[in-house]
């Protein structure tokens, strides 16, 4: 286990659906962060939050609303998904710019596979 | 916007052999790291490499940074079976506030 828990490890949802993907990191980190990861692309950098507060929103269509909570909790809620929406979704957590050292790496949870049909 | 850019994008080798992954990138960065994914699962970041750093050693992994070139390579030493996995390098831009963007990754396959 690497610290960083998302919940649940598959998910397939119709496009009518709303379905939340979680993430849970007791690290410490103050910084979470949602990536797509889908087939022969990059990973895609959707939503940062640092401290609690969205600090980045890349372009994500407003079917994918982001919520955290706390500095230990992320989730992802997800409502009217396309199929190319299908894809490994990527929670990580990393101390955040004012938490030491910022050269840390990210620690990666290990992703929920979601399916749209 | 992507930044790091992986190279080659698959790579086949035996077990025993050394394998080499290069990473260009476009902009000024803090640091440059490498993680590796096995299929379907999260990234294990490898190591980190700071922008005022040539070379970094960890185990059987070696990272070199040419910032002139705006570029780096993981070497995998004496790879192992185990090794197979994807290898992505992800760069900390400048002014990024540390969001990493990551390349389009190495799928390395090590055979026994």
């Known amino acids: 286990e690497t610290g960083v828990t998302q919940t649940p490890r598959h998910l397939v949802m119709g496009m009518t659906n709303k379905k939340s993907l979680k993430c849970e990191q007791h690290l410490g980190h103050n910084a979470m962060y949602w990536y797509k990861q889908s087939a022969k692309k990059p990973l895609e950098l959707m939503f940062v939050?640092?401290?609690?507060?969205?600090?980045e929103n890349n372009s994500v269509p407003s079917r994918f609303s982001p919520e955290c909570p706390n500095s230990s909790h992320l989730f992802l809620h997800l409502h009217t998904l396309q199929p190319e929406d299908s894809a490994l979704y990527l929670c990580?957590?990393?101390?955040?710019?004012?938490?030491?050292?910022?050269?840390?790496?990210?620690?990666f949870g290990s992703g929920t596979r979601l399916t749209v049909v | 916007s992507q930044q790091g850019e992986e190279d080659p994008q698959a790579l086949s080798i035996q077990e025993g052999e050394n394998a080499t992954m290069n990473c260009s990138y476009k902009t000024s960065i803090n640091n440059l790291q490498w993680y590796r994914q096995n299929s379907g699962r999260g990234l294990v970041h490898l190591i980190l490499i700071r922008s005022n750093e040539r070379e970094k050693h960890s185990g059987r992994l070696r990272v070199t940074l040419d910032t002139s070139k705006k570029s780096s390579s993981l070497l995998i030493t004496a790879s192992r079976a185990a090794d197979t996995a994807s290898y992505f390098c992800a760069t900390d831009a400048r002014g990024s506030q540390g969001n990493l963007i990551f390349g389009k990754g190495t799928k390395l396959s090590v055979k026994p």
């Open positions: 939050y640092s401290l609690e507060e969205r600090v």
């Open positions: 990580a957590s990393s101390p955040s710019p004012g938490q030491g050292d910022v050269n840390y790496g990210y620690t």
